[in-house]
């Protein structure tokens, strides 16, 4: 660690997030929601907490300013632990990190009560800067070992597992593999009209087209709804709209959208560009897209699951126009696939980091962020059968009006959570209505 012992300056990235979160008052904290089967007395949940923060050292630094700019700073499991009753429901208690310095708040924070039918939920609150949208998983799984007395580094051993490196300081490779996560680079490309693998009855059913202006092309599930993707709209809550796909239909929109030669985070991003346009009477909006940075430094052995080690690449698009979306979505991919290939680490002073944030927040053009996290079975482990429900929120903060779509897969069920800020109030409707029937599929909440 740079500076004093138990003190590393946060880097590039990690100092944005941090700007980010305390200039748009919470922007960027992801909130996961899980359900666990099986009711868990108080004192074992809270013991489970306290081991949970002795094998994840993250969990326990403060972020403070300095001369320079943003550190952490690494304190004890003790001294980052606060209990918070919940004084609406006794049944219900919440712990906490330690304050942030810089934004005022905790750098985490998970809810426990009881559930319904012998179940417990959780809800675990990361603060942008020691976790990303790729590692969410991996702080929920020491929990669950924690909980359920699997075997793992307490407290003990901590001291020898120090913070992860500082990226700025390592080696990127740029080139090589796309990693913009819209283009689908690197996997079968098909050409042709967009349709769906045989299905159980044996039929061929094509999508992907459409025999006009104006026309929407047909969803890959379309005749699991009857046709109608307009559902009951039980899905959004508190400004967050929630679709929940079964596998089945998660499969066909893979399939669908790997015809049409998109990825599905591709093709949503069009349709909420589109949607967002729409809504707010221009003809481009900004697309931030995340992506992952693990496997683009030399010394990626260094870098541990948990934290923050993501990239931001925006692009212009147009967007609005009728027409096929299929179509406009792999124009749109290779725009964003561009800009990721030609994405570089910028190495700045925390002082223009924090410029940067100012001027990005206080831009008045729409912006839609895509993060698509992937599967997080594997994170889990053998603890993904005990979890029933499971879902995260990329919150989306003040600033510049705009929408955070956050996409994952649970038990190969994908899961669309978006949450906006600054679009009036028809804008949660528009949102659902555009990525129902995009999909068609019906929304349903996660509970919690």
């Not at 528009?430 to 995009?438: G, M, P």
Request: glycine share 14%.
């Amino acid at each position: 660690m740079s500076g004093r012992e138990g003190e590393r300056a946060l880097s590039d990235t990690e100092a944005a997030f941090a700007y980010t979160h305390a200039l748009t008052r919470g922007g960027g904290r992801l909130t996961t929601s899980f359900t666990v089967h099986g009711t868990f007395a108080p004192e074992r949940v809270e013991r489970a907490v306290r081991r949970w923060l002795g094998r994840l050292p993250l969990l326990s630094l403060r972020i403070a300013g300095t001369e320079g700019g943003l550190c952490f700073r690494q304190g004890t499991p003790a001294a980052a632990l606060r209990t918070e009753p919940d004084l609406a429901d006794s049944a219900v208690t919440t712990w906490a990190g330690a304050d942030d310095t810089v934004a005022g708040e905790r750098l985490w924070r998970l809810r426990a009560g009881p559930g319904q039918a012998g179940t417990t939920c959780f809800r675990l609150t990361l603060h942008p800067a020691i976790c990303d949208g790729y590692s969410v998983g991996r702080f929920v799984r020491p929990l669950l070992d924690a909980l359920f007395d699997t075997p793992g580094p307490d407290a003990a051993d901590r001291s020898a597992r120090a913070l992860p490196p500082d990226t700025d300081e390592l080696t990127y490779e740029g080139g090589g593999g796309c990693v913009c996560g819209v283009c689908g680079a690197g996997s079968a490309r098909r050409t042709g009209a967009a349709t769906v693998p045989r299905d159980g009855r044996g039929d061929r059913r094509s999508h992907g087209r459409t025999s006009g202006v104006g026309e929407r092309a047909a969803g890959p599930v379309s005749e699991l709804r009857g046709g109608s993707g307009a559902g009951p709209r039980d899905g959004r809550a508190a400004g967050v709209v929630t679709l929940a796909l079964t596998p089945y239909e998660s499969r066909r929109l893979r399939d669908w959208c790997g015809a049409g030669q998109v990825t599905v985070s591709g093709f949503l991003t069009t349709v909420l560009a589109d949607a967002l346009a729409r809504e707010t009477g221009r003809t481009e909006v900004t697309a931030a897209t995340a992506m992952s940075l693990r496997r683009r430094y030399a010394e990626r052995t260094l870098i541990a699951e948990p934290g923050c080690v993501l990239g931001i690449v925006r692009a212009r698009l147009n967007a609005g126009a009728a027409g096929d979306p299929l179509g406009r979505a792999r124009e749109n991919a290779s725009v964003l696939c561009s800009a990721g290939r030609a994405w570089r680490p910028e190495r700045r002073a925390h002082a223009g980091i924090r410029h940067a944030v100012e001027r990005e927040t206080t831009a008045r053009g729409p912006e839609v962020r895509v993060v698509d996290a992937g599967s997080v079975d594997t994170a889990l482990g053998p603890h993904a059968a005990r979890i029933t429900e499971l879902c995260t929120v990329a919150a989306r903060g003040a600033g510049r009006p705009g929408s955070s779509l956050y996409l994952s897969s649970f038990k190969g069920a994908l899961t669309v959570a978006l949450a906006s800020r600054g679009l009036g109030e028809g804008w949660a409707a528009r949102a659902e209505r555009e990525l129902s029937e995009a999909v068609l599929t019906r929304p349903v909440s996660v509970r919690l």
